[in-house]
């Protein structure tokens, strides 16, 4: 049994250990039963922490974003900025499309919680009623019928081993079908973990390196008495309202 059932999973696993007591055995499926009866709480809390993150990204980059693009348009010259905006436009729908993602997903492990839910509440159910029949036919054995008790029980014990093995295994479909939506929504991040450069494409970080000799403000200062590296540097973004050299 998962750690931190539900009270009617202890309950039904509890109602069917008594009943194959009582039978003397015939329950081959109650440990994969057992296995399938988990903490469903914990289950749909993760679904609300998934939801939460996409609840993140719904309004505060979005302002962010906004607020930046219309500094962009005060500061920036028109290339800068339009490089600029079509920029931040295609990171806020990839964010868009992440914040889908993250809420598909919430709504796929809450579905799967909520299927926890009700298979441990339909084991407690079928527990109960198989657990009373155990009883009375245990009682019956008890008189002269005894011996059709007997064998009532026993082919009462194989059918609701058929049953449990037929529900568990139906859970476990289930939950197979449910890992495959779940590879389809992260298909994109799943696939990017795997694309290596190879070839002609591939990078060889021990010789790639940077000039900086174009770039003065990325270059390091001379000694004390020397001009700056960004003497004679003309800024072009962001834009600076600077007077014109001398003579032109």
Do not use: C
């Not at 492990?109 to 441990?120: K, L, Q």
């Not at 049953?163 to 139906?170: E, F, H, R, T």
């Amino acid at each position: 049994m998962g750690k931190h059932a539900g009270a009617p999973a202890v309950e039904a696993l509890s109602n069917l250990r008594r009943a194959q007591l009582l039978a003397g055995g015939g329950l081959l499926a109650l440990t994969f039963v057992e296995s399938l009866l988990v903490d469903d709480e914990a289950i749909i809390h993760a679904a609300n922490n998934w939801l939460a993150l996409a609840r993140e990204l719904d309004g505060g980059p979005k302002r962010l974003i906004a607020l930046m693009l219309a500094e962009s348009k005060e500061d920036w010259i028109a290339e800068d900025h339009l490089a600029f905006e079509d920029a931040a436009v295609t990171f806020q729908s990839e964010l868009e499309v992440l914040r889908g993602t993250l809420t598909d997903t919430a709504g796929l492990i809450d579905e799967v919680g909520a299927t926890f839910r009700n298979f441990g509440w339909a084991v407690f159910a079928f527990s109960v009623t198989l657990l009373a029949t155990a009883i009375s036919a245990a009682v019956l054995t008890l008189t002269p019928a005894g011996a059709q008790a007997r064998l009532f029980i026993r082919a009462l014990m194989q059918a609701a081993d058929k049953i449990l093995a037929a529900w568990g295994k139906a859970l476990t479909g289930y939950l197979g079908g449910v890992a495959v939506l779940m590879g389809y929504l992260w298909r994109k991040e799943i696939q990017l973990k795997h694309v290596e450069p190879t070839g002609n494409v591939a990078i060889d970080f021990k010789q790639a390196t940077i000039d900086v000799n174009r770039a003065p403000t990325f270059t390091k200062p001379g000694p004390p008495g020397t001009p700056s590296p960004t003497a004679g540097f003309d800024w072009l973004a962001p834009k600076r309202d600077v007077p014109l050299p001398y003579g032109q």
